[in-house]
Nanobody, 125 residues
Framework: QVQLVESGGGLVQAGGSLRLSCAAS????????MGWFRQAPGKEREFVAG????????LYADSVKGRFTISRDNAKNMLYLFMNSLNPEDTAVYYC??????????????????WGQGTQVTVSS
């Protein structure tokens, strides 16, 4: 069983920064491709960033590229999302997720089979 627990969300002023964390269970965390998604009320869940199992390659949505950084610490079973230059359009519930072993593409929610409970990020203007 895979368990993912996000933390670090909160209220931040536009232009500010925030770090989200995702604590993952499982001895094989280091073999999982991981991703971050977000969902605002009334909108579909949106891909934010993805990372390979080793952390050697990353992928970002155009809307966050250059502002957000995804990283992981496999020794600690942790996934992170560093968010900089936040704007009100970044307001959403953010979820970490584990990718399916043989599913593509990386940037759609159906490619992921386990999800955290989400953490709220609110960016004020």
């Amino acid at each position: 069983q895979v368990q993912l627990v996000e933390s670090g969300g909160g209220l931040v002023q536009a232009g500010g920064s925030l770090r989200l964390s995702c604590a993952a269970s499982g001895r094989t965390f280091s073999s999982w491709r991981m991703g971050w998604f977000r969902q605002a009320p009334g909108k579909e869940r949106e891909f934010v960033a993805g990372i390979t199992a080793s952390g050697g390659s990353t992928l970002y949505a155009d809307s966050v590229k250059g502002r957000f950084t995804i990283s992981r610490d496999n020794a600690k079973n942790m996934l992170y999302l560093f968010m900089n230059s936040l704007n009100p359009e970044d307001t959403a519930v953010y979820y970490c997720a584990k990718a399916r072993e043989y599913t593509a593409p990386y940037y759609v929610s159906r490619s992921y089979d386990y999800w955290g409970q989400g953490t709220q990020v609110t960016v004020s203007s």
